[in-house]
């Protein structure tokens, strides 16, 4: 039986209060999806909402006999575990099921109509097909479709499958492959993809699309576009698009990151506040013999996430050599660096000692002279809300530091034009202690 991992909201009358609520819920830091090693699923349509307000069809994978999804359910399952896939075709057309990475797949007829598809066994309207396989070695990959893929995968039809490894002590839920190069404090995916308007408005009313000229106009981050990105997991105002994207770290954690390109166009996944550490591709770590770790990774401020890749990144800030005390200096500020263990940090905030007492290197105009944006806390100390004019801010109430996480290619950062918007988030590098974080 699947567990549904998703959790749930109120609604929220205004912009700004589902984003607090979206710092402030617990379980923040949870992939949402399903567990495996079972899934039924029914490839179907319903719409989307996309980040400028428009409604939009899609084709999805529904779990069981839901609304169907965008993406699809993110399928968690563990290393050896035998998969089963249950696909039931509720389209007009045929669909199949795919899955990079794993070998072995066997595909059976479960109910009919079924024919045997271009890559494998297809599902015709009405029928069904079972997929088969051992998950032999952990890491991140995609599932998808494998019929008229150039067609049905811009549609919506794909998700993310996560499969844990099974070694101790590396099956404790803070490991991604079977070594300690792998290990991290909190994980976030980020499924990459896009979409052109023209071809899915065609798709909806039975019209032939000529998938040569496919331009996309709206790009997402796990299937909403900025700024939905930003709100919780599960919002009832986006039933079909139950994931979201807010990556929150505290200093000195390390955030795993699952990166996914699925559709056709390469995406540049820029992330401000410092480089990751790239430690796997395509569900292999980086070793250059077998028992190696992660010993080929390597450093980069910007993932190129081309289609069918995944990758598994480090990232992590320390505020190290930042050259002043993030938590603040001077009366009201007053801390201690205690640094027990010799590794340069404070053992409970993990403030860089060698900073700690330096004072903020500028000073910071009057207000009437600032615009403040909405993550802004009034103050330049981590964990610290300073004065606001009224009406500012609110969005930042554990007074995070904030960075914008993008696509480097600019026309991404829209919808359809409309800027800000598409494949972008904020990550919030909270205070030590925050609420959000437990």
Request: with cysteine; net charge negative.
């Amino acid at each position: 039986m699947n567990t549904v991992c998703i959790r749930r909201y109120g609604p929220a009358l205004l912009f700004g209060v589902a984003l607090l609520l979206s710092i402030v819920s617990p379980g923040w830091a949870e992939i949402p999806g399903v567990n495996g090693p079972i899934l039924n699923c029914t490839a179907k349509a319903d719409y989307i909402t996309l980040g400028d307000g428009l409604t939009l069809q899609i084709w999805g994978f529904a779990p069981g006999n839901g609304r169907a999804q965008y993406p699809g359910p993110t399928v968690f399952v563990n290393q050896g575990e035998t998969v089963i896939v249950n696909l039931t075709n509720d389209l007009a057309e045929p669909v199949s099921m795919i899955f990079p990475g794993q070998a072995n797949v066997v595909a059976t007829e479960v109910t009919p109509p079924t024919a045997a598809g271009l890559v494998t066994l297809e599902a015709l309207p009405g029928g069904t097909v079972s997929y088969t396989f051992e998950v032999t070695e952990p890491g991140t990959y995609c599932y998808q479709s494998g019929t008229n893929m150039d067609k049905q995968i811009p549609m919506g039809l794909f998700g993310a499958l996560i499969v844990r490894p099974s070694v101790a002590p590396f099956n404790d839920g803070k490991h991604a492959y079977n070594h300690e190069d792998s290990a991290f404090d909190r994980e976030f995916l980020f499924l990459l993809s896009e979409m052109d308007i023209v071809h899915q408005e065609m798709v909806e009313f039975g019209e032939p699309i000529d998938t040569t000229t496919f331009f996309p106009v709206y790009w997402f981050i796990n299937g909403r576009n900025a700024p939905d990105t930003m709100y919780p997991a599960g919002v009832p105002w986006l039933p079909t698009q139950p994931y979201n994207c807010m990556p929150m770290i505290m200093p000195g954690e390390k955030m795993l990151m699952r990166v996914i390109g699925i559709g056709r166009d390469l995406h540049p996944f820029h992330y401000h506040g410092n480089h990751a550490r790239i430690i796997a591709k395509d569900g292999r770590l980086l070793s250059s013999v077998p028992g190696a770790g992660a010993d080929l990774s390597h450093d980069l401020f910007t993932i190129q996430s081309t289609p069918g890749n995944t990758f598994d990144a480090i990232f992590q800030w320390t505020g190290r050599g930042l050259g002043w005390d993030i938590y603040g200096t001077g009366p009201g500020y007053e801390h201690d660096c205690m640094d027990m263990d010799g590794d340069g940090y404070d053992d409970m905030t993990y403030e860089y000692c060698a900073d700690h007492g330096k004072s903020f290197p500028v000073i910071l105009p009057a207000q009437l002279e600032l615009t403040f944006g909405g993550m802004w806390s009034g103050s330049p100390f981590l964990g610290d809300s300073g004065s606001l004019p009224p009406g500012q801010g609110g969005l930042n109430p554990m007074a995070a530091f904030t960075f914008m996480w993008h696509s480097h290619t600019e026309k991404e950062m829209v919808n359809n034009d409309i800027f800000p918007g598409g494949m972008m988030t904020m990550m919030m590098v909270m205070p030590h202690g925050s609420m959000a974080m437990e």
